[in-house]
């Protein structure tokens, strides 16, 4: 993750204004692994910044995103989830309780087969899993 002066400076070079409130998004998403959706992010930050619109979030989280600050993930819900690891990595989502973590797998035999069955190159990747998490397991069980 990157530090607050380097986020700013990345908004600076590409042309975007600093503000308290982007740098808080992007803290907040670098400082979670609870991959939170733009309405999480916003009750979040509602009690350090009480005047910040919930569009202010929005925006925050497309600048942040199309300077691949953060990664969107759209695991199949009403509204996208939001990352500031942008490493190479995969995401499960529990299908009772909706949490979403990381994965981290060797893809590299899976990308081969995918160009060797496509004929692409394989440039980049995403997948998700779905299944259902240790702690609604144990409450299933009970």
Known sequence: MLTGMEV??????NGYKVTPQRLAV?????????????????AQLQPKFPSMSFATVYKSIEILNKLHLIKVLNTGEESFRYDADVSDHQH??????????????????????????SGYTIESQEAYFYGICPECRKKAAN
């Open 26 to 42: 992007y803290d907040s998403l670098a400082h979670t692994k609870e991959h939170p959706n733009a309405e999480m992010l916003f």
């Open 92 to 117: 499960i989502q529990c299908l009772c309780c909706g949490r979403v973590d990381d994965l981290r797998m060797d893809t590299k035999a899976f990308v081969h087969e995918a160009e060797a069955k």
């Open 8 to 13: 700013a400076k990345v908004l600076r070079d």
